[in-house]
């Protein structure tokens, strides 16, 4: 490795692990080599692992960030040949085998033996990017808090707004995208405003709050079929949630959002909050790598790779979760985890003089919670909602979270949240009300 110290207490002489990301894939890879006679590097430009499936809940003032994000350096506290490093890939070497970073403007090589890269994915805005100065995403820590501030910034400004049409402008939020995702923002805005915000405020009632969600295809969770997805709608429209199926966004401003129909017409839906929860595209390491490794890409920048998760031409390099592609695999956290784990579990065997194994996806079923006790899941050929629907969600959910403090925390939290009405994460400063602007307002 250039440029770092040989005074860490690792073996340098030791198999060289590099792992890109910090997420389910590379955590997994990580834990997965921890007793394995290998020094491991992990890269990446945040310092904490994101447990993506509960960034809702952040926004939704149901749980604070450190509870669905804790800081990587702590959850690999316990691995003595794991070094990590905070920056950002600028480029991979795969001739070389070197990985080119930047850390803090500084620029960095690090020399691999075997490569893991799990860089993850971002929003896909289908051909429309200028959606993304306009609208908040669901991928990032970033996004749930800047989400967060437009949600809770918007109930402060139709409590001081006193022109009817703004104010409903400002109560009015539209989710695009009905996969799992738009589902449970959907749900947790109607609880919000139903439950968790009654008698906190005097000018406005936030039960008047306007939740739509936007579907491209014909019906919700499309994933988890008929009987589910008509169980989903059936909730939803129950709650309150206006639901417009086979519509899609065909134009979007600080203002609102134009929806196209099935039949060719157009509605405008005023709304000061939009969230983008439709497709995802690889991260832009994933064509970088593809451009170096002379490897091809799917549509979304996906990288393509032989069934044991490794590059055709450079058996070396692994790509795991969503910056893989392979078959028609489903690009959810549990193929991330199994994934990085089976690309350490193939490096190991390697070392051990043993061929790599294709990679067989076990399907544990999808999960997606609609309100305070109420959620689909699909486990194998089992499909059930309601309650019984929000136990097996709530046991997958509490079973992944990593560390024992942040499966206490977020049970203590949804304790208040849902048998309460409380929500512990709504502090707000006038620097995030103001992101959600009157329109008449200068920027």
């Known amino acids: 490795m250039t440029g770092t110290g040989t005074g860490t207490g690792i073996d340098e002489r030791l198999h060289h692990v590099v792992i890109i990301g910090s997420g389910f894939g590379g955590l997994f890879a990580a834990r997965a080599l921890k007793r394995a006679n290998v020094r491991i590097t992990l890269v990446?430009?945040?310092?904490?692992?994101?447990?993506?499936?509960l960034l809702y809940q952040v926004a939704t003032g149901i749980l604070s960030e450190g509870q669905i994000a804790p800081a990587i350096r702590d959850v690999l506290r316990n691995y003595p040949a794991l070094r990590t490093i905070l920056g950002e890939v600028e480029h991979v070497d795969v001739e070389s085998r070197q990985v080119h970073v930047d850390e803090f403007g500084k620029p960095l090589t690090i020399g691999y033996d075997s490569l893991i890269v799990a860089g993850g994915a971002s929003s896909s805005y289908f051909g429309h990017d200028e959606f993304q100065a306009v609208s908040c995403g669901m991928k990032s820590?970033?996004?749930?808090?800047?989400?967060?501030?437009?949600?809770?910034?918007?109930?402060?400004?139709?409590?001081?707004?006193?022109?009817?049409?703004?104010r409903r402008r400002l109560m009015t939020f539209v989710v695009v995208g009905g996969g799992p995702t738009g589902v449970e923002i959907s749900g947790q805005l109607r609880e919000l405003s139903r439950r968790a915000l009654r008698r906190n405020y005097?000018?406005?009632?936030?039960?008047?709050?306007r939740v739509v969600l936007v579907e491209g295809q014909d019906q919700l969770v499309g994933s988890m079929g008929n009987?589910?997805?008509?169980?989903?709608?059936?909730?939803?429209?129950r709650m309150g949630v206006e639901i417009h199926l086979g519509a899609t966004v065909t134009d979007m401003d600080d203002d609102g959002v134009v929806i196209t129909k099935k039949d060719g017409s157009t509605e405008r839906i005023p709304a000061a909050t939009?969230?983008?929860?439709?497709?995802?595209?690889?991260a832009a390491l994933g064509p970088i790598l593809a451009a170096a490794a002379g490897a091809e890409t799917d549509k979304a920048g996906r990288v393509r790779v032989n069934p044991d998760c490794s590059l055709p031409a450079h058996p070396e390099v692994f790509v795991v979760g969503d910056l893989m592609a392979l078959g028609d695999l489903p690009y959810v956290a549990?193929?991330?985890m199994q994934s990085g784990a089976h690309a350490a579990h193939s490096i190991v065997r390697r070392l051990d003089g043993k061929p790599t194994e294709p990679f067989r996806y076990r399907d544990l079923g999808t999960v997606a919670v609609i309100s305070r006790?109420?959620?689909?899941?699909?486990?194998?050929?089992?499909?059930?909602?309601?309650?019984i629907g929000w136990l097996i969600w709530l046991v997958v959910h509490i079973t992944f979270l990593t560390g024992f403090k942040n499966r206490f925390?977020?049970?203590?939290?949804?304790?208040?949240?849902?048998?309460g009405h409380g929500r512990y994460e709504r502090a707000l400063t006038g620097r995030w009300v103001a992101r959600t602007r009157r329109p008449a307002e200068p920027a």
């Open 202 to 209: 005097r000018m406005i009632d936030p039960v008047d709050t």
């Open 274 to 282: 939009k969230v983008w929860a439709a497709g995802m595209r690889a």
């Open 141 to 166: 820590l970033d996004d749930a808090l800047a989400l967060r501030g437009d949600i809770f910034g918007s109930f402060e400004l139709a409590e001081a707004e006193r022109d009817p049409g703004k």
């Open 409 to 419: 925390g977020a049970l203590t939290r949804w304790a208040v949240s849902f048998v």
């Open 334 to 336: 549990e193929m991330a």
């Open 44 to 53: 990446d430009r945040t310092n904490h692992h994101l447990f993506q499936p």
């Open 227 to 237: 009987y589910l997805s008509r169980m989903t709608q059936r909730d939803l429209t």
């Open 373 to 387: 006790f109420t959620a689909v899941a699909q486990i194998g050929p089992v499909k059930v909602g309601g309650f």
